[in-house]
Each structure stands twice: as structure tokens, then as C-alpha cells.
């Protein structure tokens, strides 16, 4: 059964893609990807991914938690760019104004170590790129974005995978 609102070439072309980044098939590179691409302001779930090559290779448990908190990192350094940029255009367009917002206040408040909470869903990726538009020193934020989000994944991953092993069951 096709997929009703594209053209066959890009049906194929989606299957080609999602036949590549198969967990089974490439394993700790998909998960980089996805996990990359969702700590950007992209919607999507990494967590799911990872559990599912943990459950099919337990033996990668501790390289998927690592590729992934990498791979979710980046994506977060990449936020964080973008809103530096960002930030850097507004104040050519409009010349720099205070900053004035309670959420911004409290990020300039508690620093660096605010980027701990960059896992959260919804909030997490705005706040990287909140991060680079206070210009936030840029290696600490990173820091504490891959410390909050390896205890993300060991949590969620190690938790599904540990304490409800028949979970997610494929």
C-alpha cells in the first residue's frame, strides 16, 4: 500500500532512507542520527530507538547510551549555535534590547548549569538555543547538556530494559 499524498519516486526514496537507518541493520549509527536530530527543535523521540537496539543487542547497552548522548549533544551544541546566530541577526536588525523575559532572567540567573535540564521534552531544545542567545559559555553549556542527557538515557533505557524487560516487546 502506498503512502496517498506522495509520488512514487519519493515513496521510494522514503523507504531507501528508512531501509538504511534500520536499527537492526546499522545499529549505533541510526541511533546517532535520530538522537541528533531530535535535541534539535525538530519533534522527535530518540529514546524509543535506542531501547530498541538495546533490546535486539543487549551487549551494545553502554555504546548505544554513549552514541546516543553523543549524537544528542551535538544536536544540542547545534541549537545552541542557532540561537547564537540568531540572536546575533536580531541585534543587527534591531539593535540589542534588554532581556527582560522571566525565563531568560532565570537562565542568565543560574548559567551553564541551567543546561542539565536540556532532556526535558518541550522545553529542553528551546533552552539550548535560549543558552546561545545569552552567549552562555558554550563549553559548559555542552557539558552539562551530555551530563543531563546520558542520565536521560540511562534512566529511560535502563529502566525499560532492567526493571520491565517484556516492555516494548517487538
Known amino acids: 500500500m502506498g503512502l ?56 551494545l547497552f553502554w555504546p548505544a547510551l554513549v552514541v546516543a548522548t553523543a549524537g544528542n549533544t551535538a544536536g544540542g ?7 547564537y546566530g540568531a540572536e546575533r541577526a536580531y541585534e543587527k536588525v534591531a539593535g540589542h534590547s534588554p532581556h527582560d523575559a522571566r525565563a531568560l532572567a532565570w537562565l542568565q540567573r543560574f548559567g551553564p548549569p541551567a543546561c542539565l535540564l536540556a532532556w526535558l521534552p518541550i522545553v529542553g531544545d528551546p533552552l539550548c538555543a535560549v543558552a546561545g542567545w545569552l552567549r552562555l559559555p ?14 536521560r538515557y540511562l534512566f529511560y533505557v535502563g529502566g525499560l530494559y532492567w526493571m520491565a524487560p517484556g516492555a516494548l516487546d517487538f
Open 77 to 83: 551544541a547545534i541549537t545552541y549555535w542557532m540561537g
Open 4 to 59: 496517498p499524498i506522495i509520488g512514487p519516486a519519493m515513496e521510494a526514496w522514503v523507504h531507501t532512507l528508512l531501509s538504511a537507518l534500520a536499527v537492526p541493520k546499522v545499529g549505533l549509527v541510526a541511533v546517532f542520527v535520530v538522537s541528533l536530530v531530535s535535541a534539535t527543535l525538530l519533534p522527535m523521540a530518540s529514546v524509543p530507538v535506542v531501547y530498541g537496539l538495546v533490546k535486539l543487542n543487549p551487549e
Open 138 to 151: 558554550f563549553w559548559p553549556c555542552v557539558a552539562y547538556m551530555a551530563i543531563g542527557k546520558f542520565l
